[in-house]
Structure formats: structure tokens, C-alpha cells
């Protein structure tokens, strides 16, 4: 079963016996609504896109897990925030509702993103109106999260337990805004918020399945999870979350946007973790 929301999501179900095992991909979407007016060049903003990443997990399904995609992009409004997130330097008028800046807003990059590229240039030559955030919020960021809510509740309501995964990809090097700027990331980091949205077993889990396959993984190292894990989860009722970031120097050549040779290499091990989720996830339910 698979549906769309044209320009908003695609929602692929289980293709055999469902399992509470859910994964979506809130940043590889590249539909650029017609309202999208940037100053930046697309070399600098489409660097804000997750790319192929619904793709590296597109198999998910095959394994009775439940997809969830985002397919509008990322820098026209980041479904991996709080709608609370806003940018007060974004507007052209203060925003009359109710504001929760985070530290990535700092950053240029709250809900709706102000600053883009390695060198964090403007993405806007104007400033937007609060009609025009409004709408973004009411046409793409609700309906995803709403989306998410329905799958995770369908879940738990029939299994009594959910295991969400959220999958981001990352660059090869922290840019000069990150935490870890000018370093050299790991293959693989996953984020659990310090041990708060998912159970240490199943952090350790996906870590030592990741390991096994030959990948340097880091945990909460340089990033630990941000809405969609703080959101969907809570361990002692068995709701787990987990992100999960890939390097892009894996898989894609991160300048011209392309894929690279070992590409087919990531998604099949990718598609191994995703098996190997589900044999436990199915141990755990039957437990």
C-alpha cells in the first residue's frame, strides 16, 4: 500500500505482516513549491537536502516496516522542527502567535530556514510575510506531522509498542557553524537525546549491526536528535525513537549532487540493519 499528498509525502506500508517498526525520511524531499523564491543559488540550498536517503531505506517496507517521506524540501520548511521554531529575523512583521527559538534557529536554520551553504548566505533577499509562513505551516509541516501521528498511533494502539528510526544523512565535515566544524565526522551517528527517547538496548542494537558492517559509529556525537525523536517517544511506555545520520562522503559526491559507485553497497547494508530491526522487533512483540 502506498499513498501521496502530492508535494508533501509519500507513506509506503508494510508489503508482509506488519510490525511496529516505522521510519521516515523528513529531509530528502526536492519538489521546490512554485512560491519558493530564494536569492541563494541552488548549489548552496539544495545542500540542505537529506538526498537519497528515502531511497537508501526505501526497502523498508519489504520487512513489514511502515515509510513515511517527506517530499517537499527542507529549507522551505523543516519538518524536523517545532512549529514554535520561528525566526523572528526571517519576518517582515513580529509573528503573533506564541515563538520557542532553538539554538539551531541561531543558526539561520529554524522551521523555516534563513541562512544556507557552507558559508551561511542568505537564502531570502526579503523578508517573508507572516501569510506566507502560515501557509507553509497549515500546507506541508502539519500534514507530516500529522501523518507521523496516525502511523505511530496505529501502531501502538495494535502492538502496544512502537520502534520509530528517523533518517537524516550529514557532510562528510562539520561546516563552520557546527559544533564539530572542520572535523572529520563518523560514518554513522545515531541520536537518542542521551539515552532519552529510545531504550540502551536498542541504541546498541543498531550500533553493533552498523559495526558488524564496518562502519565508524558514533553516539550523540555531534548530533543526539531534535523534534521527530523528542516528539515520538518515550522508552518506559515502549515508544522508541531513534535518528540515525549518514554520511554523505559515503555515498555521494556532495558538490555535484550525485550518486556515488558504492551507493548500492550502503543501501544494501542499510537494508541488512533494517532486516535485522525487524527480526528483533518481532522478537520483542512475541516476547
Known amino acids: ?59 523498508a517496507p519489504e520487512f513489514g516496516a511502515t515509510l513515511v517521506a517527506a517530499l517537499f524540501p527542507r529549507v522551505y520548511i523543516d519538518a524536523n522542527r517545532d ?25 539561520g536554520k529554524g522551521l523555516i530556514w534563513r541562512l544556507v551553504g557552507p558559508d551561511s548566505v542568505p537564502l531570502y533577499a526579503r523578508k517573508l510575510t507572516v501569510t506566507e509562513v502560515e501557509s507553509r505551516i497549515v500546507r506541508y509541516h502539519r500534514p507530516y506531522h500529522d501523518q507521523m501521528r496516525r502511523s505511530y498511533e496505529a501502531l501502538y494502539g495494535h502492538f502496544g509498542a512502537v520502534w520509530h528510526v528517523n533518517c537524516h544523512s550529514m557532510g562528510a565535515v562539520g561546516d563552520a ?11 554513522i551517528v545515531l541520536g537518542d537525546r542521551d539515552g532519552t527517547t529510545c531504550s540502551a538496548e536498542f541504541t546498541q542494537l543498531v550500533a553493533n549491526a552498523l559495526r558488524k558492517l564496518g562502519y565508524w559509529v558514533k553516539i550523540n556525537d555531534p548530533y543526539k536528535g531534535v523534534e521527530l525523536v523528542r516528539r515520538f517517544s518515550d ?40 532486516a535485522q530491526l525487524a527480526g528483533y522487533v518481532q522478537s520483542q512483540i512475541q516476547g
Open 235 to 274: 522508552p518506559a511506555r515502549k515508544r522508541h525513537s531513534l535518528q540515525i545520520e549518514i554520511n554523505r562522503g559515503l555515498y555521494m559526491d556532495e558538490d555535484a549532487f550525485v550518486k556515488r559507485r558504492n551507493f548500492d553497497r550502503l543501501r544494501d547494508d542499510m537494508t541488512a540493519l533494517v
Open 83 to 107: 512549529e514554535k521554531d520561528i525566526d523572528p529575523e526571517l519576518l517582515d512583521r513580529p509573528w503573533p502567535y506564541p515563538v520557542s527559538p532553538s539554538i539551531k534557529t541561531r543558526d
Open 1 to 59: 500500500m502506498e499513498q501521496t499528498i502530492p508535494g508533501v509525502l509519500r507513506l509506503v506500508g508494510p508489503r508482509v505482516a506488519p510490525l511496529p517498526l516505522l521510519l521516515d525520511s523528513p529531509h530528502s524531499g526536492y519538489a521546490y513549491p512554485a512560491d519558493f523564491s530564494p536569492s541563494a543559488p541552488p548549489e548552496a540550498y539544495r545542500r540542505g537536502e537529506d538526498m537519497f536517503i528515502d531511497e537508501i531505506f526505501g526497502l
Open 177 to 187: 557553524r557546527a559544533p564539530d566544524a572542520g572535523k572529520r565526522r563518523a560514518d
